[in-house]
T-cell receptor, first 115, second 109 residues
């Protein structure tokens, strides 16, 4: 499978615990995005990487959220001290570089449930 | 004001019908427009990608952008039960994709 891969697919955690999600983008895609989607809503932008540089962060990304993309390949999204409001689908997308936007391909997402 | 507004539906049509899905957007500077299809509990799948105004056709799907009215449309001809999904419109601006809330489509056999 050469698409965007996200792990785990599902995560149930207790409030207050830390969780980490991983995204493996399509090979050689140097743009990587994290989005969050709640039921009945479209995906909301969280953060954007160009290679290993985090170039954009949404104000939705509170100080409990941190994302990294070491070496410009896979990316991780960590949520510290989880809250029930963090329950959502976390989506990763990647796209190749180019003038303007290029087609972004999404992974299957990680569904987080905070109990 | 949200960047993209989309009627959430649901929209229910019989098999074979022509489906019209629509969005409006707020900023006339947007140039890049996309439609994604999302099945339940799956990630969004890119269907169509258009730049600026005009139509783009791919099989049974036609994407249309009217920049004068800031209106984005997706038409599905000869709809099939397998087209039942949530359809998300999106615009791109400065390293971000902005999505509508999605329209849930049900095509009845």
């Amino acid at each position: 499978d050469t698409g965007v891969s996200q792990n785990p697919r599902h995560k149930i955690t207790k409030r207050g615990q830390n969780v980490t999600f991983r995204c493996d983008p399509i090979s050689e895609h140097n743009r990587l995005y994290w989005y969050r989607q709640t039921l009945g809503q479209g995906p909301e932008f969280l953060t954007y990487f160009q290679n290993e540089a985090q170039l954009e962060k949404s104000r939705l990304l509170s100080d409990r959220f941190s994302a990294e993309r070491p070496k410009g390949s896979f990316s991780t999204l960590e949520i510290q001290r989880t809250e029930q409001g963090d329950s959502a689908m976390y989506l990763c997308a990647s796209s190749p570089s180019g003038q303007g936007p290029t087609e972004a391909f999404f992974g299957q997402g990680t569904r987080l449930t905070v109990v | 004001q949200k960047e993209v507004e989309q009627d959430p539906g649901p929209l229910s049509v019989p098999e074979g019908a022509i489906v019209s899905l629509n969005c409006t957007y707020s900023n006339s500077a947007f140039q890049y427009f996309m439609w994604y299809r999302q099945y339940s509990r799956k990630g969004p799948e890119l269907l169509m990608y258009t730049y600026s105004s005009g139509n783009k056709e791919d099989g049974r799907f036609t994407a249309q952008v009217d920049k004068s009215s800031k209106y984005i449309s997706l038409f599905i001809r000869d709809s099939q039960p397998s087209d039942s999904a949530t359809y998300l419109c999106a615009v791109y601006n400065f390293n971000k994709f902005y999505f509508g809330s999605g329209t849930k489509l049900n095509v009845k056999p």
